[in-house]
């Protein structure tokens, strides 16, 4: 039987952790395929690991592995630590938020399980889905950085810097990723796409943004630090 492999990687998210994993347990994925759970506490100092430590005593009938890191190193090196322990077929990530509708993964696995693609896009700017209004320079700095990447990448994707991504997992642990921090997107893309025949899809998602007031964590330096991961990895194969 197939699996699916959820990277959840949490920061200080005591207050929204418990309804993104109802959320997950109640998707019904096609062809029966299960689920696997990977949360990775990126060293909270709230009461993140305890929450979902006792949402795990109470859900014993979901497959849940919880690791802590002894220190914050940021979300990209938490997706490394649940890529290296990830025993699925195929293998997405999910924010910790209520930004993105883990009802969709099977939009994501479709052209998987049809066998038309190796990865998927879940993309933010395309399809008729729901989203948020929010943050025009956000928007536009996102396309931005999604135009940038294609170039070096020779992509047309519409949404480079979207959370749900859905990779065959021996592909995606076969790549050697580095970035530690939100320089995770553009890495990740330019280097799945030098992989040989590779077959990348796309498909429009729904998008439940988040104010800074409400969570939202990355920032304009974020942008920049992305320019600069485009560019190095984009220039560069070592």
Request: hydrophobic share 40%; glycine share 6%; proline share 3%.
């Amino acid at each position: 039987m197939k699996k699916l492999t959820i990277i959840i990687p949490v920061f200080n998210e005591s207050a929204t952790v418990h309804f993104i994993l109802d959320k997950v347990k109640k998707v019904k994925l096609p062809q029966d395929i299960e689920k696997e759970l990977i949360i990775i506490n990126d060293c909270s100092f709230d009461n993140t690991k305890e929450t979902i430590e006792n949402y795990i005593s109470k859900n014993s009938d979901l497959n849940i592995l919880l690791l802590n890191h002894d220190k914050n190193k940021g979300k990209g090196a938490a997706i490394h630590t649940g890529i290296a322990n990830a025993t699925g077929d195929y293998l997405i990530i999910q924010d910790a938020d209520l930004e993105y509708n883990p009802e969709e993964y099977t939009l994501l696995l479709q052209p998987i399980l049809d066998g038309f693609a190796d990865v998927v896009y879940g993309s933010r700017f395309m399809g008729g889905n729901a989203h948020r209004v929010l943050f025009f320079w956000h928007t536009i700095g996102n396309r931005f950085l999604t135009l940038l990447s294609n170039m070096f990448a020779n992509l047309n994707l519409t949404d480079m810097e979207t959370c749900y991504k859905l990779f065959n997992t021996k592909m995606l642990q076969s790549l050697k990723l580095k970035e530690k921090r939100f320089g995770f997107e553009p890495e990740v893309t330019i280097k799945i796409a030098r992989i040989p025949k590779i077959r990348i899809y796309e498909v429009g998602i729904s998008y439940y943004g988040r104010t800074y007031e409400e969570g939202k964590k990355i920032g304009w330096k974020d942008g920049f630090h992305a320019i600069y991961c485009i560019l190095k990895y984009g220039l560069f194969r070592l």
